[in-house]
């Protein structure tokens, strides 16, 4: 499976804010995303991370809050804009690992814990 | 609207107890399911997957899953709980002809010696 590396992986952050989450995978990827865990919730998608094109955005999020770049098939960020303490989450990058024609699997890096104050 | 649904929240087992986690979807079509796991203070872990065969798949931990078409579900079981498998756990769907895996709300799991 890929390594996914996540920076940072905590930060504490001022409301008004912004920081870039960055993810780096030792392979090539077809896919990247990028999911927002709140604390003691699940996983929600935020979006779909494209190669040489604007992301695609999960209903609730737009670009001006969560900008994302995908300039290579190894690299993604995701940028989350001025911050409130409702932005305080687990960001999670995750790319799609294919294993044949059967299906594919998704693996996820450590996250990013923020906490914005 | 389609979903992803576990209905435990909050699970509480005696070690040796056995374990099973609902889950059910909502998506039509073929999908491919999927458990993670996440201990305290850890990062997610992929548990096991389905994409096609065996409805039974095995997984890592003695964990095993079935997959019923006829149920859309996709529970999750082990025979013999540790303390150790205590964690949240989430089921998790990619619906036919996406990449996207939705995830469920998540059960945690409580295993006391």
């Known amino acids: 499976s890929a390594v996914i590396s996540q920076k940072p992986s905590r930060d504490i952050c001022q409301r008004g804010t912004s920081l870039t989450i960055q993810c780096q995978v030792d392979?090539?990827?077809?896919?990247m995303f990028w999911y927002r865990q709140q604390p003691g919730q699940s996983l929600t998608l935020i979006a779909t991370?494209?190669?040489?094109?604007?992301?695609?955005?999960e209903s609730g999020f737009v670009i001006d809050k969560f900008p994302i770049s995908r300039p290579n098939l190894t690299f993604s960020t995701l940028t989350v804009s001025n911050m409130s303490p409702e932005d305080s989450s687990i960001y999670l990058c995750?790319?799609?690992?294919?294993?044949?024609?059967?299906?594919?699997?998704?693996?996820f890096g450590e996250g990013s814990w923020l906490t914005v104050v | 609207a389609q979903s992803v649904s576990q209905h435990n929240h909050h699970v509480i087992l005696s070690e040796a107890a056995s374990l099973e986690l609902g889950c059910n979807y909502s998506y039509g079509g073929t999908v491919n399911l999927f458990w993670y796991v996440q201990y305290p203070g850890q990062h997610l872990q992929l548990l096991l997957k389905?994409?096609?065969?065996?409805?039974l798949v095995k997984g890592i931990k003695g964990f095993e899953a079935e997959f019923i078409k006829s149920k859309f579900s996709f529970n999750l079981r082990k025979p013999s709980v540790q303390w150790s498998d205590t964690a949240e756990y989430f089921c998790?769907?990619?619906?036919?002809?996406?990449?996207?895996?939705?995830f469920g709300t998540g059960t945690r799991l409580q295993v006391f010696p």
């Open positions: 998790a769907v990619i619906p036919y002809n996406t990449d996207k895996l939705i």
């Open positions: 995750s790319v799609e690992d294919l294993a044949g024609i059967s299906g594919n699997t998704i693996y």
């Open positions: 991370a494209n190669q040489g094109s604007e992301a695609t955005y």
């Open positions: 392979s090539q990827v077809t896919m």
């Open positions: 389905y994409f096609s065969g065996d409805p």
